[in-house]
């Protein structure tokens, strides 16, 4: 914001010249943090896609501010079979928003069970614009495993004599 001052009138104004006007400018110092509504999600393969994954701001803003978001299930152990897509979101505050959904993502409802739960994290990569914008800890996704096992014995009798 930029203000100009200037002297209109002098009390008493004999022997007294009025100087010329200044300038004023006031910088907005103040910052916004990007953060996940919370630090960690749990779903179930059974729930086919991500649900109520928050992104908030701590302030309200004056402009609109796009902020990227990525993740992904990457390399798991040997003892999960990967369900969760990877997410590369963008999502936008408008003025005056301080909370934005994440678009959701896809989960695979596999038939493989005794799968170790997936786990993996989404991150803030970068924001537009970027200044006085500090970018929070990522958030943990954890995907578990609905599907079971039935044990069966191999005939519903058995004789023996």
Request: charged share 15%; no cysteine; glycine share 8%.
């Amino acid at each position: 914001e930029m203000y100009q001052l200037s002297f209109i009138r002098s009390t008493p104004s004999q022997d007294v010249t009025l100087g010329d006007p200044t300038k004023i400018t006031i910088t907005d110092d103040d910052g916004v943090m990007v953060s996940f509504g919370s630090l960690t999600y749990l779903f179930s393969e059974g729930a086919g896609q991500s649900s109520g994954i928050n992104i908030l701001l701590s302030t309200s803003i004056a402009q609109a501010l796009h902020v990227t978001i990525t993740g992904g299930p990457g390399t798991q152990l040997s003892t999960v079979v990967i369900s969760g897509s990877d997410v590369n979101s963008t999502v936008t505050f408008e003025a005056g928003d301080v909370s934005v959904p994440l678009p959701n993502f896809g989960i695979t409802d596999d038939s493989t069970a005794l799968e170790t739960n997936e786990m993996y994290q989404l991150s803030f990569i970068r924001s537009t614009p970027s200044q006085d914008v500090t970018l929070g800890d990522p958030t943990k996704i954890t995907i578990t495993d609905d599907d079971a096992v039935t044990v069966n014995f191999g005939s519903l009798t058995y004789s023996f004599s």
